[in-house]
């Protein structure tokens, strides 16, 4: 049985964690490719996002707008369409109609009853405040790429987080639903690690590149975290 016990502090990825971005991003996507006739499997479109996002994060830092600006293209790309500039908008515009999933909300007050708990998201400041609303929880800490000037999986912004928080690593649990974004960089600087593998088109993946890693714990879902972290 995994033992809560030692932790203080649950920092959670926002994206495809708290909030379904595998249907925004999908809504988004096809949506575009709908427009140039070309017809992709969910599974594929998530595959190459994954790529392109990676891709994109790589390099020096950029904002997460510019990113999905990028990946739009880099579907243009592939797929021979040059993406027009409405196009290359309407994905990042598309995040704030991205809804949390169906368990999100109840579950982070059931764990902000006994935990501190922050967010840790490869996402822009101002686009971030679209989500948070939605998710209903006031939050002890956000911690944005934008703050931290680089990407998950950069150790950077694992770091700016520890500085936030105030606290040690054996403190500290962070929860994911990406093993190549959350669980291997957590995990390289010894804090616990929490894969909510969700249901997805690419089980196991999702819409990001494909690593391997082990984390902690492995749930499904996180009404099972509150369950288990609150038994």
Same mark, same amino acid.
């Given at each position: ?15 495809? %964690? ?5 249907? !925004? ?5 096809? &949506? ?7 017809? *992709? ?23 997460? *707008? ?9 579907? !243009? ?6 993406? %027009? ?28 009853? &006994? ?82 593998? *969700?249901?997805?088109? &690419?089980? !196991? ?7 391997? !890693? ?8 996180? *009404? ?8």
């Amino acid at each position: 049985m995994f033992d809560f016990s030692p932790f203080q502090f649950i920092t959670f990825d926002c994206y495809g %964690t708290l909030i379904d971005w595998e249907t !925004g991003i999908l809504t988004a996507l096809q &949506r575009i490719l709908e427009q140039h006739s070309i017809h *992709r499997s969910n599974a594929e479109v998530l595959a190459l996002y994954g790529d392109l996002e990676a891709q994109a994060e790589g390099g020096e830092y950029q904002s997460y *707008r510019e990113v999905l600006r990028k990946v739009v293209r880099g579907m !243009g790309e592939r797929y021979r369409f040059e993406a %027009t500039a409405a196009e290359q908008e309407s994905l990042p515009d598309s995040i704030a109609s991205w809804r949390p999933f169906p368990d999100t909300v109840d579950a982070l007050r059931q764990l902000h009853s &006994r935990f501190r708990l922050g967010i840790i998201s490869n996402i822009d400041d101002d686009l971030f405040r679209a989500s948070a609303g939605q998710l209903e929880v006031n939050f002890d800490h956000v911690i944005t790429a934008f703050q931290a000037r680089a990407y998950k999986p950069s150790p950077t912004i694992f770091r700016l987080a520890q500085q936030k928080l105030g606290i040690s690593t054996a403190e500290w649990l962070h929860a994911g639903q990406s093993i190549y974004h959350d669980v291997i960089p957590a995990k390289s600087l010894g804090i616990a690690t929490l894969w909510v593998n *969700r249901p997805s088109h &690419r089980p !196991g993946v999702g819409a990001v590149r494909q690593a391997a !890693g082990v984390p902690d714990l492995e749930v499904r879902s996180l *009404r099972e975290v509150s369950e288990l972290a609150l038994t």
